[in-house]
Nanobody
Framework: EVQLVESGGGLVQPGESLRLSCAAS????????MSWVRQAPGKGVEWVST????????YYADSVKGRFTIDRDNVRNTLSLQLNSLKTEDTAMYYC??????????????RGQGTQVTVSS
């Protein structure tokens, strides 16, 4: 059974940083691309970032490019997302997903329960 458990969310002020983590189990982590998606209050799901199975290729949504960094540890089976220069519009529930890149509006089938990020002054 695929299990994805996110952590690291919280309440921060604009301009601050957070690091999200996702602990993966139940599948061969190093064999799959992994992604982060988010859902802001009252909005649909938005794809944020994807990393290839071995970490050599990464993709970012334009809205986070240059501020967020995705990485993975294929020994510890963890996925991370470093969020820098946070903006109020980054407020959302963030989900780790066993998935390649998805389209906005499409929920990855295998995902965690999410971790809340709130950016507010």
């Amino acid at each position: 059974e695929v299990q994805l458990v996110e952590s690291g969310g919280g309440l921060v002020q604009p301009g601050e940083s957070l690091r999200l983590s996702c602990a993966a189990s139940g599948f061969t982590f190093r064999s799959y691309s992994m992604s982060w998606v988010r859902q802001a209050p009252g909005k649909g799901v938005e794809w944020v970032s994807t990393i290839s199975s071995l970490g050599g290729v990464v993709y970012y949504a334009d809205s986070v490019k240059g501020r967020f960094t995705i990485d993975r540890d294929n020994v510890r089976n963890t996925l991370s997302l470093q969020l820098n220069s946070l903006k109020t519009e980054d407020t959302a529930m963030y989900y780790c997903a066993k998935s390649p890149r998805t389209s906005d509006g499409d929920w990855p089938r295998e995902r965690g329960q999410g971790t809340q990020v709130t950016v507010s002054s």
